[in-house]
């Protein structure tokens, strides 16, 4: 209908092939122009998402090797505070080992010296006991002398001897 309108009135105003050929070729100029400008703001959009896409993943690899560098770092940390501390267990342990060895020569010298000491007591305890016997033989054996002294005193004469 539009198109009929125009066809109509440019008859009426006296157009020619010519003039139709500049008019499609101004109309396909401008609606060329729009096209590529369309395109070029497409491609512009395109560009720029792609170049903030492109700096959002070169700022994820830069936070991400950041991140890996913070690991490596504290993981190194770690490992040379938990290498200090083993270290230093493992010395502990082998002070704990000597000093156990020596308290293990210290206590069977002890109980060597124990050993010693309970055998001089147990010889001593029989000497003891032995002394006691022969102190109880000699006490039994003097009064059984100083009984028959005195038996002989009192009976003169049955020993016949005078008791002076």
């Known amino acids: 209908m539009i198109?009929?309108?125009?066809?109509?009135?440019?008859?009426?105003e006296g157009w020619t092939a010519a003039n139709w050929t500049t008019l499609l070729g101004a109309v396909f100029a401008?609606?060329?122009?729009?096209?590529?400008?369309?395109l070029a703001y497409r491609a512009s959009v395109r560009s720029n998402r792609d170049k903030i896409d492109a700096d959002e993943r070169a700022a994820e690899r830069a936070e991400d090797?950041?991140?890996?560098?913070?690991q490596?770092?504290?993981?190194?940390?770690?490992?040379?505070?938990?290498?200090?501390?083993?270290?230093?267990?493992t010395e502990?342990?082998?002070?704990?080992?000597?000093?156990?060895?020596?308290?293990?020569d210290?206590?069977?010298?002890?109980?060597?010296?124990?050993?010693?000491?309970?055998?001089?007591?147990?010889?001593l305890?029989?000497?003891i006991h032995e002394m006691g016997q022969t102190i109880a033989d000699?006490?039994?054996?003097?009064?059984?002398?100083?009984?028959?002294?005195?038996?002989n005193m009192a009976m003169p004469s049955a020993a016949g001897e005078d008791p002076r």
């Open 72 to 89: 490596d770092e504290t993981i190194a940390a770690l490992r040379a505070h938990l290498e200090g501390i083993i270290t230093r267990l």
């Open 138 to 151: 000699l006490r039994r054996q003097l009064i059984a002398e100083e009984a028959a002294d005195a038996l």
């Open 92 to 104: 502990e342990v082998e002070f704990a080992r000597k000093e156990t060895a020596r308290l293990r």
């Open 65 to 70: 090797q950041r991140r890996r560098e913070l």
């Open 3 to 12: 198109s009929g309108f125009v066809i109509a009135l440019a008859e009426d």
């Open 125 to 127: 305890e029989d000497r």
């Open 30 to 38: 401008v609606v060329s122009a729009a096209v590529t400008g369309l």
């Open 106 to 123: 210290q206590v069977n010298q002890e109980q060597s010296v124990s050993d010693t000491l309970r055998n001089r007591v147990r010889d």
